[in-house]
């Protein structure tokens, strides 16, 4: 694998599902990063991801653009939900549940980190999973 030290959405694989895409920017298929990975989230308005967890990992959301409604379980198990928008930096302990849905009316773009590198993959396994390949020149 060549080093990829700049890269740009468009030129790498993305993860489609119905609710939205994740496109990986960094990591360890994409240019070797081993200690997180991280990329882009685009959220349709009205559509979110279920309930899930990323057992073993922590992860960082950054909402780039619009709003929604964001959950993370608490350290006993109970939701805790709360209202973010542009701007809004959203720490998900290691393997908490959680979920994200679009309330607002334009689309929300996230950019998401994991830590370590590699729960990501798992979402591989989803049955509405869709490998979206880069267009090539």
């Given at each position: ?83 973010v928008r542009a701007g809004c930096t959203i720490f998900v ?45």
């Amino acid at each position: 694998m060549s080093e990829n030290l700049f890269v740009y959405p468009e030129a790498v694989e993305r993860f489609a599902f119905d609710w939205g895409h994740l496109t990986l920017t960094c990591g360890p298929k994409v240019n070797g990063a081993c200690k997180f990975s991280a990329g882009v989230v685009h959220v349709p308005s009205g559509q979110g991801h279920t309930r899930r967890n990323h057992p073993g990992a922590e992860e960082i959301i950054y909402v780039l653009e619009g709003s929604g409604e964001q959950m993370i379980e608490d350290t006993d198990g109970n939701p805790v939900t709360q209202h973010v928008r542009a701007g809004c930096t959203i720490f998900v302990p290691e393997s908490r549940f959680h979920s994200t849905l679009n309330t607002g009316s334009e689309p929300m773009k996230l950019f998401v980190v994991y830590s370590p590198a590699g729960p990501e993959e798992a979402l591989r396994e989803l049955p509405d999973f869709r490998l979206v390949l880069p267009p090539h020149d």
